[in-house]
């Protein structure tokens, strides 16, 4: 605030009315100017407790906000477990084995992923391993580093890339998944199969707040290009994150795989609506249905090869999570050949996550193999 000339000079200088000398109007003149000063400090004094006031005001909606989606939150769960409302889907069996659950995200713990017997001799790729998991199943509570981030409004998939340095490939990057496949724009052509040698496994569902994941332990693994990937752990998006062809399907599955080097390789199985799925019956048998909570599967329950079509034709690209941190080099697999489940396995799984898909993302002149 400029301050005023010192008051000594007042005097010598010409009132309002042209005087040299003071005058009762230029007396009040003074006092008018003092008043206005002191009322000028008192407001500055006073503007920061006014401006915070909105800001406190906005963070007691924002915790009734949380209190009111908890109580939808229950609400949700009541319907889930009301079996009476749901007679004919099969779909209100409760979880039954809860070992674990609520354990992991008091502790902080994390999932130990499946990884190769030279992985687990190496910290360094055991680390990375790790890594990878917790990229899919980054969540505030459980990690406390990792910036909050969701599908929607300030920290949704365009803000990404600016909630934490980590996350800078979001905006940044330029093999960033999904994409849009476009059969005319792709390469056509013989590709080797990949090979997929899945097993009975034992596994864990996890409920991390943006998707319900299943981390499996056992030895499940694809080959392709030469190298072999183990599965870490598998999760859905609805809708599917993929557009073929202009269409995007009700949801896909993917399964992420990681080699011994630490690369990633993800297979999509994308689905549709239509007859019920086995495995995805058994996955939502044991949905936990709060955020961070999980429940392990009865030992070798998992059978992930009814989870694929018979036809393993694919579309192939170099693409990256699609999820925070959004890291590159990650080998993408789509298979063509949708599955299908039920309306019913459908809703549960919306009415839990209505939308957790990221936009596609611009090709930057990536080509896609279009593998016959
Ligand atoms: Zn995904």
């Known amino acids: 605030m400029p301050c005023p000339k010192p008051l000594t000079l007042l005097p010598a200088q010409p009132n309002l009315f042209g005087s040299a000398t003071p005058s009762p109007a230029g007396a009040a003149w003074l006092c008018a100017c003092l008043y206005a000063c002191v009322l000028a400090l008192v407001c500055a004094w006073q503007a920061p ?75 360094a790729l055991q680390a990375r391993a790790k890594a990878a998991v917790m990229a899919q199943d980054a969540h505030p509570e459980s990690h406390g580093h990792a910036a909050h981030w969701s599908y929607g409004g300030e920290h949704g998939p365009s803000h990404w890339g600016n909630l934490q340095p980590s996350y800078a490939a979001c905006a940044n990057g330029k093999r960033q998944s999904p994409i849009h496949i476009e059969d005319q724009n792709t390469l056509q052509g013989p590709a080797e199969p990949i090979q997929i040698n899945y097993q009975p496994s034992n596994a864990t569902v996890v409920n991390n707040g943006h998707t319900i994941q299943v981390n499996v332990s056992g030895n499940n693994s694809i080959t392709v290009r030469g190298t072999a990937y ?19 399907f009700t949801m896909v599955a993917h399964l992420v795989h990681q080699s011994a080097q630490g690369q990633l390789a993800v297979i999509a199985v994308l689905l549709g609506a239509g007859q019920a799925n086995t495995l995805i019956h058994q996955v939502w048998t044991y949905m936990p249905l709060d955020h961070d909570d999980k429940v392990n599967m009865p030992p070798g329950l ?53 939308n957790n898909a990221r936009p596609v993302q611009p090709l930057h002149g990536r080509v896609v193999r279009n593998a016959q």
């Open 302 to 354: 998992l059978n992930l090869s009814e989870l694929l079509p018979k036809d393993q034709r694919y579309y192939q690209f170099m693409g990256s999570l699609t999820t925070p941190p959004c890291s590159e080099n990650v080998l993408w697999m789509v298979l063509k050949e949708p599955m299908t489940l039920s309306p019913e396995q459908i809703r549960l799984f919306a009415q839990m996550f209505p």
């Open 230 to 248: 183990q599965l870490l752990q598998f999760h859905f998006h609805h809708p599917s994150e993929e557009q073929i062809n202009s269409r995007r």
């Open 49 to 123: 407790a006014r401006a915070a006031e909105p800001a406190a005001k906005v963070k007691e909606e924002v915790k009734k906000g949380l209190d009111k989606a908890d109580v939808a939150k229950r609400n949700l769960q009541l319907v889930v477990m009301d079996k009476s409302k749901y007679p004919a889907s099969g779909m209100g069996a409760l979880p039954v084995t809860r070992a674990g659950a609520g354990a992991g995200a008091a502790s902080g713990a994390v999932p130990v992923p499946a990884v190769s017997a030279r992985a687990a001799k190496e910290p």
